[in-house]
């Protein structure tokens, strides 16, 4: 199993954001020093409750602490950009990075979003598989014609090509039955392409989604990714009780802005509009101690078979002692005891 280290870059506006980029530095430097092997971002519209480091620059800025490390975006919300834009982005970073990028990828679920950007939410899976098509026919073709609903080109050739032939790898999000197989109908496994499962549902749903995938890709003869990644909410500490102490207020903080844009309504079903702290983390959190922790992944593991661990392990306002603290224990301790579990 792999290890990748999520780089949250959600922070409240009132930080010191100088301080909070170079502390993302050190997170890429303690975990590469660790032995994880990939680093990836998620990301929103930076307004209001909460600043959002912009991907794409955010990425270029820790390249060279993650020297040697894969880089990938997990998720971008495609349908709020134009998708000339993200593949020209997409190939920058895959060149400056040798060409081990991975350009993730989701439909969107926040209503508010789209509004302030003048989109309709509706026209969000057009958009996406649009988007898709033409980024990936950008990347491969030398001259293209796209006449779709919502984007139109002729002739466009794309001068900055990436530097993984015949494109980098493609990740896609979806948190319903129907997105995980829409998701098996775009990805070609045999470049690397996967679904990755959505860090805010819970370990149930996950489980059964991961089998929607496989039997999607079965039915369409469609081998599963060489490489299988999962997206998890991590807090390693040395017991439970600190972990839920120390982690517990910002993980409310980030997801009660998540619940004012309707995740828990309109997302994951949850029935209201906020959780508390025991609802929150029941399946949705990996928290404990290194045995704890190994024992949850374990299990995780058998049930969806995935090979490579995206590590979520900060939130907004958490300090940095508790973000390092899970980053080496997860490392140190908890990987050495799933792999021996799992053999």
């Not at 026209?123 to 649009?130: C, D, L």
């Not at 919502?150 to 790898?169: D, H, N, W």
């Not at 890709?217 to 500490?237: D, H, Q, S």
């Not at 997801?255 to 399946?283: C, H, M, N, S």
Request: glycine share 8%; with cysteine; net charge negative.
């Amino acid at each position: 199993m792999r290890l990748t280290l999520f780089v949250n870059p959600e922070h409240a506006p009132g930080d010191a954001l100088d301080r909070r980029l170079a502390e993302h530095v050190e997170q890429v430097m303690v975990a590469r020093e660790a032995g994880y092997d990939g680093v990836t971002i998620g990301t929103h519209l930076s307004y209001g409750s909460a600043v959002w480091f912009p991907p794409f620059q955010t990425l270029m800025h820790l390249a060279p602490a993650a020297s040697g490390m894969t880089l990938s975006t997990c998720m971008l919300v495609l349908p709020l950009h134009h998708p000339l834009h993200i593949a020209t982005e997409a190939a920058f970073l895959d060149i400056a990075s040798g060409g081990r990028f991975t350009l993730g990828v989701s439909p969107g679920w926040s209503q508010e979003e789209f509004q302030v950007l003048g989109l309709d939410l509706h026209t969000r899976i057009g958009r996406f598989r649009e988007s898709v098509a033409l980024i990936q026919r950008l990347w491969t073709e030398d001259s293209v014609d796209f006449a779709g609903k919502y984007f139109q080109v002729r002739g466009l050739s794309l001068a900055q090509k990436p530097a993984r032939q015949p494109r980098p790898p493609m990740w896609f999000g979806g948190s319903v039955a129907r997105a995980v197989e829409r998701v098996a109908e775009l990805a070609d496994t045999s470049l690397g392409d996967s679904w990755v499962a959505s860090s805010h549902l819970t370990e149930d749903v996950i489980t059964a989604q991961a089998q929607a995938f496989r039997a999607r890709l079965e039915a369409m003869g469609k081998p599963m990714p060489a490489e299988f990644p999962l997206l998890r909410n991590i807090v390693v500490a040395p017991d439970r009780e600190t972990a839920l102490r120390e982690a517990g207020p910002f993980l409310e903080a980030s997801y009660r802005v998540f619940g004012q844009w309707g995740l828990f309504t309109e997302v994951v079903g949850a029935g209201k509009a906020q959780l508390d702290l025991p609802e929150l983390i029941a399946g949705r959190v990996v928290i404990g101690s290194p045995e704890e922790c190994a024992e949850d992944l374990v299990r995780l593991a058998r049930a969806t078979g995935f090979t490579r661990l995206i590590a979520r392990v900060q939130w907004m306002g958490m300090d940095q002692r508790i973000v390092r603290r899970t980053i080496e224990l997860l490392a140190e301790r908890v990987l050495p005891l799933v792999q021996r579990e799992l053999g």
